[in-house]
C-alpha cells in the first residue's frame, strides 16, 4: 500500500515514512552503479525512490548489504571501499511520485 503522508524538513529533506526519525541517505555502490537510500537513523532501506512511498517495501540495511557480499558479519565495515555519500533525497527527487499517489507532505513533529 501507498503510503498517506511524508514528512519533508526545513531544507526540503524528506523523513523516514515509517518512523519519521531520520532523513533519508543516497548511497552510491560503487561496483555497479545501483543507489540505495536508507534512512541515517533506522536504517531501513530502499531500493528505489517509488519504494520508499510503499509500506510493503523495504529492507534492512546492513542484511542487504550483506547479502549482496559487500560486508561480512563481524567484521568491521569500510563504508568508504564500496559506497560513496551522495546526500539526502530531497523533495525535488521525489515529488513525481508524491504528485502521482496524492501523498501529503507533512511537516516534522516539534520536539
Ligand atoms: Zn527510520
Redo the contacts with the bound molecule.
Keep these: 500500500m501507498k503510503i498517506k503522508n511524508i514528512v519533508v524538513g526545513k531544507s526540503s529533506q524528506i523523513y523516514?515514512p515509517?518512523?519519521q526519525?531520520?532523513r533519508i541517505m543516497k548511497i552510491l555502490l560503487k561496483k555497479t552503479g545501483q543507489v540505495i537510500h536508507a534512512?541515517e537513523?533506522?536504517d531501513?532501506t530502499w531500493l528505489s525512490l517509488e519504494d520508499i512511498f510503499d509500506d510493503e517495501k523495504g529492507e534492512d540495511l546492513i542484511d542487504y548489504l550483506e547479502t549482496l557480499g559487500y560486508i561480512k558479519e563481524g567484521i568491521e565495515v569500510a563504508w568508504d571501499d564500496f559506497s560513496e555519500d551522495q546526500g539526502f533525497v530531497r523533495l525535488q527527487d521525489v515529488e513525481h511520485i508524491i504528485k502521482k499517489y496524492n501523498i501529503k507532505i507533512i511537516p516534522p513533529t516539534p520536539l
Aim: proline fraction near 0%.
Design positions: 523516514c515509517g518512523f526519525d531520520g534512512c537513523e533506522c531501513a
